[in-house]
Structure formats: structure tokens, C-alpha cells
């Protein structure tokens, strides 16, 4: 069996260099030795991701992240505040960090996961763990196993079982690596707890031809269908030929489709986002017409999130 929640198999097949994917509170990684060039290749090979698109280090402890970037008080600072947490920081590396994992920037973005299998792990371990979300380039994020399993399981050693992750949005991007500091990618950690830290600093929108955050990308975190997002109502009448599913907030609107969260808690929304994606996409749908969530905390991340899964470039 491939799938399970046995932290000495995982521990032995990253000593052995191989590709285990790991339960956070984010979504799950596909993790390998963050040392080890030839182990994080094959995260590249696995996911297709391209090799300009840089993998962020998990660590366990903060003497692990001293190890790998230069932290300096704010960086403390910020990473007392949220972590272990859905918090990446960018920081000038140290010589230690292979170029295979930062696509040859002097920068890397470590990361302490909330995740108590996968802290165990960490402590076992005496590197850190190179680990991007483990889907294909492009595809939403997985945030159980068995979506790991569903994609990419016959390019692992083994999928470490943590249940389903309890927040659902990737991590909340900083980037401390020089004075000017600037939120990289929304997150799971809203930007307005980030700015009660740091004080307020610019958000990244848009993504640009030379991203800083390849994960950026307009076309990214999309499903195989076509989305559309506005307002429901109007997009009902628009596509009236059409087989479609609704991806609503708190209701569905009478159709068929996925309601976020009937109670309208912004955190639940986030936890179901992906896994509703990924679901609307296997219902044979023509279109999947989605609602924009209430523009505060979490939901500004999940707009973030639909704007992108929703452009076709
Ligand atoms: O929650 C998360 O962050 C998850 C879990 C597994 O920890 N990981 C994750 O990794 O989302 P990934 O590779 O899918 O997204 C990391 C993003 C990418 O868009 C990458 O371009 C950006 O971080 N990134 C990594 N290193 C960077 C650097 N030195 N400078 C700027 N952006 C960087
Ligand atoms: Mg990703």
C-alpha cells in the first residue's frame, strides 16, 4: 500500500532519496531531501513543473531555517507570529541550499507546516524538505491523500496519510529578502493579520512575463473545465445551453454544484475549495460557474484563487 500514516517508511524513503508526499495544514507537498539535488530533480520530473518555477523548504525547528536563510529580527518576528503556520518567508539563502531548489536565485522560502505527522517527520530528519503542492503543474492543489494518490501515485515512494488539511489554501508568501517587503502570494494567514506584524506592505496582484512567484501565473490552480466566475444569477441566464454545476458560497441556487459553506464561514470556504473544484471537474460539466466570496480575510484569497483558476491563456 502506498497510502498510509507510517512516518518510518516516509522517513526511510527521504533517506534514500526519494519523493514522499506529506500532509500539512495547507494542502499536501511532494516532498524530497532539500539538500540533495538529485532527490529534488524528481520532484520536478514528477510534478512537470518547470525548473524556473523555484520549491520552497519545510523546516522543524527554527535552528533548521538559520541553516538555510539568512533571518533577521522581522523575519523572527513574523515567524513567531504564525508559525508553525500557512506562512512562507523569502530570504537570501545560504550556501547550503542547492540552485536546483531556488532556480538559481540567491533567495528561498522556508516554511514551518502546522501539521503534527509531518512535524514528527521533520524532527527525524536531519535535512529539510524541499516541497512544492504535490499536483501536476497547473491543476489545483490537493488536500487529501487520495487526490495525491489520484495524480501523481505512481510517481512516489509513498504518500503520508494526514487526514484532510484543515486549512486548504496554499501558504501566505512574504518576501523579507530585501528592505522592501511585499506579500508575494494571498494566502492562508489573511494579508490583514500579516499586516498587523509588519504593518501594511504592498499585495502582488497580478503576475507579470518574469514572475517573482511563478505560482503567480494567471492560468494556475485550474481545473480541466472551464470556469467562470460573477454573478451566479446572470451567468444562470447567460448559459442556458449549457450542462452546468454551480461553486457557490453559501447556497447552490437551485442548481446542481458545490455550496462552500452554507453557514458562510470564510474558513470552512477555504477548506472545501479545492476538494469542490476537483469534484465539479470529474461531473462531465460544460461550464462551472462560480460566485465571488465576500472580499474580507480568507475569502480575498479564494477570489485570489478563482480570478487564476478562472483566466484561459
Ligand atoms: O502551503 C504551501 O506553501 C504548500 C505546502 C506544500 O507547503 N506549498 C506550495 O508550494 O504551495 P508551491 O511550490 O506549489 O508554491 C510555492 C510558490 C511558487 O509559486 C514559487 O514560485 C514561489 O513559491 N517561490 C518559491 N521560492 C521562491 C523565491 N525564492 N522567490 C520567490 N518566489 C518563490
Ligand atoms: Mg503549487
Same mark, same amino acid.
Request: proline share 6%; aromatic share 6%.
Given at each position: 500500500?502506498?497510502?498510509?500514516? $507510517?512516518i518510518?517508511?516516509?522517513?526511510? &524513503?527521504?533517506?534514500? *532519496?526519494? /519523493?514522499?508526499? +506529506?500532509?500539512?495544514e =495547507?494542502?499536501?507537498?511532494?516532498?524530497?531531501?532539500?539538500?540533495?539535488s538529485?532527490?529534488?530533480a524528481?520532484?520536478?520530473?514528477?510534478?512537470?513543473?518547470?525548473n524556473?518555477?523555484?520549491?520552497?523548504?519545510?523546516?522543524?525547528?527554527?535552528?533548521?531555517?538559520?541553516?538555510s536563510?539568512?533571518f533577521?529580527e $522581522?523575519?523572527k518576528?513574523?515567524?513567531? &507570529?504564525f508559525?508553525? *503556520?500557512? /506562512?512562507?518567508? +523569502?530570504?537570501?539563502? =545560504?550556501?547550503?541550499?542547492?540552485?536546483?531548489?531556488?532556480?538559481?536565485l540567491?533567495?528561498?522560502?522556508?516554511?514551518?507546516?502546522?501539521?503534527?505527522?509531518?512535524?514528527?517527520?521533520?524532527?527525524?530528519?536531519?535535512?529539510p524538505l524541499?516541497?512544492?503542492?504535490?499536483?501536476?503543474?497547473?491543476?489545483?492543489?490537493?488536500?487529501?491523500?487520495?487526490?495525491? &494518490?489520484?495524480?501523481? *501515485?505512481?510517481?512516489?515512494?509513498?504518500?503520508?496519510?494526514?487526514?484532510?488539511?484543515?486549512?486548504?489554501l496554499?501558504?501566505?508568501?512574504?518576501?523579507?529578502?530585501?528592505s522592501?517587503?511585499?506579500?508575494?502570494?494571498?494566502?492562508?494567514?489573511?494579508?490583514?493579520?500579516?499586516?498587523?506584524?509588519?504593518?501594511?506592505?504592498?499585495?502582488?496582484?497580478?503576475?507579470?512575463?518574469?514572475?517573482?512567484?511563478?505560482g503567480?501565473?494567471?492560468?494556475h490552480?485550474?481545473?480541466?473545465a472551464?470556469?467562470?466566475?460573477?454573478?451566479?444569477?446572470?451567468?444562470?441566464e447567460?448559459?442556458?445551453?449549457?450542462?452546468?454545476?454551480?461553486?457557490?458560497?453559501?447556497s447552490t441556487?437551485?442548481k446542481?454544484?458545490?455550496?462552500?459553506?452554507?453557514?458562510?464561514?470564510?474558513?470552512?470556504?477555504?477548506r472545501?475549495?479545492?476538494?469542490?473544484?476537483?469534484?465539479?471537474?470529474?461531473?462531465?460539466?460544460?461550464?462551472?460557474?462560480?460566485?465571488?466570496?465576500?472580499?474580507?480575510?480568507?475569502?480575498?484569497?479564494?477570489?485570489?484563487?478563482?480570478?487564476?483558476?478562472?483566466?484561459?491563456?
Amino acid at each position: 500500500m502506498i497510502l498510509g500514516e $507510517d512516518i518510518k517508511r516516509a522517513r526511510q &524513503a527521504l533517506i534514500s *532519496g526519494g /519523493l514522499v508526499a +506529506i500532509p500539512t495544514e =495547507t494542502v499536501y507537498g511532494l516532498a524530497a531531501n532539500g539538500l540533495e539535488s538529485s532527490a529534488v530533480a524528481k520532484i520536478f520530473k514528477a510534478k512537470n513543473r518547470p525548473n524556473y518555477d523555484p520549491l520552497i523548504l519545510h523546516i522543524g525547528s527554527i535552528a533548521q531555517a538559520e541553516l538555510s536563510a539568512e533571518f533577521h529580527e $522581522d523575519a523572527k518576528n513574523l515567524a513567531a &507570529a504564525f508559525w508553525p *503556520g500557512p /506562512l512562507t518567508i +523569502i530570504l537570501k539563502k =545560504t550556501a547550503i541550499v542547492p540552485d536546483i531548489v531556488t532556480s538559481g536565485l540567491d533567495t528561498v522560502g522556508v516554511r514551518m507546516p502546522n501539521h503534527k505527522l509531518t512535524q514528527k517527520l521533520l524532527e527525524s530528519l536531519e535535512f529539510p524538505l524541499a516541497a512544492p503542492s504535490a499536483n501536476p503543474f497547473g491543476y489545483v492543489s490537493p488536500t487529501t491523500a487520495q487526490h495525491v &494518490a489520484d495524480q501523481l *501515485g505512481d510517481q512516489v515512494d509513498f504518500i503520508l496519510d494526514g487526514g484532510p488539511c484543515q486549512v486548504g489554501l496554499e501558504s501566505t508568501i512574504v518576501d523579507m529578502s530585501h528592505s522592501s517587503y511585499e506579500i508575494l502570494r494571498q494566502g492562508g494567514i489573511p494579508n490583514e493579520a500579516i499586516f498587523k506584524v509588519l504593518g501594511e506592505i504592498p499585495v502582488r496582484e497580478e503576475s507579470s512575463s518574469n514572475p517573482k512567484a511563478p505560482g503567480m501565473l494567471e492560468n494556475h490552480y485550474a481545473p480541466t473545465a472551464e470556469l467562470v466566475v460573477g454573478d451566479i444569477s446572470q451567468l444562470i441566464e447567460k448559459y442556458t445551453e449549457k450542462r452546468i454545476a454551480v461553486l457557490g458560497f453559501q447556497s447552490t441556487y437551485g442548481k446542481e454544484g458545490i455550496a462552500l459553506s452554507p453557514s458562510g464561514n470564510l474558513e470552512e470556504a477555504a477548506r472545501n475549495l479545492f476538494a469542490a473544484l476537483r469534484a465539479l471537474d470529474r461531473g462531465n460539466y460544460d461550464l462551472i460557474l462560480s460566485e465571488w466570496m465576500p472580499n474580507t480575510g480568507l475569502g480575498k484569497a479564494i477570489n485570489d484563487k478563482l480570478k487564476r483558476a478562472s483566466r484561459k491563456d
